[in-house]
């Protein structure tokens, strides 16, 4: 009877922990439908592209922003696509040819934690990205079996087609919505504009409480620079 007491203990303990861990993990992670939709549209091989992957967009996994954050990475830019769906990029072939691996990237790791860090290693090293991202990341067998068949294409077009219905167009890259609102010149303080827009029942994150209540003149953000679709590209 001891040893039946002592099990029935253990098992409401057991069940108390996991209700307590369930209520301070949903106090700290927003549901899905809570978080605030970022989204970017922006092609590889754009300097100003790059920059903001890398050096911007970082910034919500090195906190905890992407606690409240859905964001999403749509790889097409100022390309443009032919009656015939033939897709033409601005900085050339290998720019498709990299929207396409990280489009690919994006399937095959749909978690943006995953695949954010598999496109920004591509943006940083795009000359060496083979050798350096898949050895840093893993990935390769399926992102290339992705590229080298029609899914590559396929979902190229489909990014094409989030791309080009946008209202309001965009106008240039990088182009970030929240919420599907574009921001601007906004863009070069993005993260107090996420926590600007978060509604969700559960506490903003720390960085919020940090960037929003700093907005000094002397904070410092990047100077945003955009490449316009119709600028001519030196190849």
């Not at 060496?128 to 840093?136: A, E, I, L």
Request: proline share 5%.
């Amino acid at each position: 009877m001891a040893s039946s007491s002592s099990s029935k203990k253990l098992v409401f303990f057991f069940l108390v922990c996991l209700l307590l861990f369930t209520f301070s993990y949903d106090n700290l992670v927003a549901g899905d439908s809570d978080k605030v939709k970022l989204n970017l549209y922006y092609e590889s091989l754009c300097p100003y592209c790059q920059d903001f992957i890398v050096d911007e967009l970082v910034k919500i996994f090195k906190t905890d922003l992407h606690t409240i954050t859905n964001l999403k990475l749509i790889p097409f830019g100022n390309a443009k696509v032919s009656p015939n769906r033939t897709v033409t990029c601005q900085h050339g072939e290998e720019e498709c040819k990299l929207n396409a691996i990280e489009a690919c990237a994006i399937k095959t790791w749909p978690n943006p934690k995953l695949h954010y860090w598999f496109i920004r290693c591509v943006e940083q090293h795009t000359k060496n990205w083979k050798t350096t991202c898949f050895k840093k990341h893993g990935g390769e067998k399926a992102i290339n079996d992705c590229y080298n068949g029609d899914l590559s294409k396929k979902l190229i077009l489909g990014y094409a087609k989030q791309t080009l219905s946008l209202n309001p167009k965009k106008k240039y890259v990088p182009w970030v919505t929240v919420n599907g609102k574009p921001l601007y010149e906004n863009v070069n303080d993005f993260v107090a504009q996420v926590c600007k827009a978060y509604k969700g029942k559960s506490a903003p994150p720390k960085v919020c409480n940090s960037t929003v209540l700093s907005m000094s003149p002397e904070r410092k953000v990047f100077k945003l620079q955009v490449s316009y679709a119709d600028e001519a590209i030196n190849h």
